[in-house]
């Protein structure tokens, strides 16, 4: 009996250190991680362009979940909106986990995310992302931010069966182009899709055309950062103004441009009513993907905007990055989302699922551009756009857009626009007490 007692005290003993040591075990690291990423939530705030609208992101983001237990609440907010609403958060401590902003963030002008955000400069996939878009997330070659779309170039996209039917050459300069437009015109289509309500897109003609102003003078960029000329010395800018004006008291927008909702640009292209409109060379895969019948790769041809009798392409290397607010509780776990999203296998799953994408930063992967757009590209003269070079014009590219609309209503004109931007440059400098503008 006695050894028996001593049996099961010694049993009962053993169990309970077994016990002792599981749990001893379940302190581990990976396990102690597993447990508590169960139960975050990060909370992932973006603008309407932030993220694809084939909502590719929310979908590796339910990847994520499922191997991690880490969810991704997106909160997605106006694109008129989101500059001004971020900047109050980020103010007052009260910024998502994770923050889409638009780049770059060098600009004396950007929101400053190397001073809200968590330095990502020693992540193992930093280094794998092309180094003239690693500059658009980096301040002093210290890296703030991650990227995925290759560099960003907007063309007006045209039916070519259209201009064939109509005997039109591409225009390469803006008599040519409003020629065009007229003669579109009077065959009964919408010669240009604009997306007034946006805000955005009708900006595109003024500062995507930055080329002009450096066949003007190689330095301008460097010249209006130090205020020693300002945008009224640009002279394409009011002449593109001017020229929008123009096409939109001519009716080439169309009867109803100031309605008009870049959601509805695939619908427009695909049905013919348009026959032209701005947007990237990956548009027509969007286009395709939606009206298959309308064979939007081989149908839409490609030309640089001649606004100004432009003929440089501008290219933005990075248009907008996600970013880890420094005051969150989850860094660690934001930053797991992070290395998941730069993951070869999600970077491919990225570009697959996103038709207007034709490439990502990331070298890596073979972007989805044809061999004949690839000569295109080649061919063309290429220049940083305005708003990724010269500060405090980013900052109110949707407040332009407001102006543009005015001016088309007829309540300014397109002196006044100039101005106001000028007005605005300057008390955006002065607020930030730019050294260039100290009296």
């Not at 050894?3 to 003993?13: A, P, V």
């Not at 016990?19 to 581990?28: F, I, L, N, Q, R």
């Not at 020693?122 to 560099?151: H, L, M």
């Not at 109509?166 to 040519?176: C, K, N, Q, R």
């Amino acid at each position: 009996m006695k050894k028996n007692i001593k049996k099961i005290i010694g049993l009962t003993l053993a169990a309970a250190m077994a016990v002792g040591m599981t749990a001893g075990c379940s302190t581990d690291k990976s396990a102690a991680g597993n447990d508590a990423k169960k139960s975050v939530t990060l909370t992932f705030g973006s603008h309407q362009s932030g993220l694809p609208t084939s909502g590719i992101v929310q979908e590796i983001a339910k990847d994520f979940e499922a191997e991690t237990g880490i969810k991704i609440d997106f909160q997605i907010s106006p694109d008129a909106q989101w500059r001004d609403l971020i900047k109050v958060k980020m103010d007052s401590g009260e910024a998502p986990d994770i923050i889409c902003v638009d780049t770059p963030i060098g600009l004396a002008s950007s929101l400053h995310m190397d001073q809200y955000c968590v330095e990502l400069t020693d992540q193992e996939w930093v280094n794998r992302i092309e180094e003239t878009t690693r500059a658009a997330v980096s301040v002093e070659d210290k890296v703030y931010g991650i990227t995925f779309p290759g560099a960003k170039m907007y063309f007006y996209l045209y039916n070519k069966d259209i201009f064939k039917s109509l005997g039109l050459s591409v225009p390469t300069t803006y008599s040519e182009f409003k020629d065009v437009c007229q003669k579109i015109k009077d065959a009964g289509y919408t010669p240009v899709y604009e997306a007034t309500t946006n805000g955005w897109h009708q900006v595109l003609p003024l500062f995507e055309t930055g080329g002009l102003w450096l066949e003007q003078d190689p330095d301008m960029y460097e010249k209006l950062n130090a205020n020693e000329i300002g945008l009224d010395e640009i002279p394409s800018l009011l002449t593109i103004i001017s020229q929008l004006d123009e096409c939109a008291k001519a009716g080439y927008f169309g009867d109803d441009y100031l309605s008009n909702a870049w959601e509805n640009v695939k619908e427009a292209m695909a049905t013919e009513r348009c026959a032209m409109t701005i947007a990237e060379l990956g548009m027509r895969g969007q286009i395709e993907k939606e009206f298959p019948d309308f064979k939007a790769t081989e149908k839409l041809g490609a030309f640089v905007m001649p606004w100004g009798d432009n003929q440089v392409i501008g290219v933005n290397p990075a248009s907008n990055a996600y970013f880890i607010n420094k005051d969150s509780k989850h860094a660690e776990e934001a930053k797991l989302f992070f290395e998941f999203l730069a993951r070869p296998e999600n970077l491919q799953k990225r570009l697959d699922g996103q038709p207007e994408l034709s490439a990502l930063c990331w070298p890596e992967i073979t972007s989805k551009y044809t061999e004949e757009d690839q000569a295109f590209l080649d061919s063309l003269k290429k220049a940083n756009v305005v708003q990724t070079s010269v500060n405090y014009i980013d900052s109110q590219w949707m407040d332009v857009g407001k102006d543009l609309e005015a001016m088309y209503t007829g309540a300014s004109t397109p002196e006044d626009v100039l101005q106001t931007m000028i007005d605005r440059r300057n008390e955006q400098a002065k607020l930030q007490k730019d050294p260039g503008w100290a009296e």
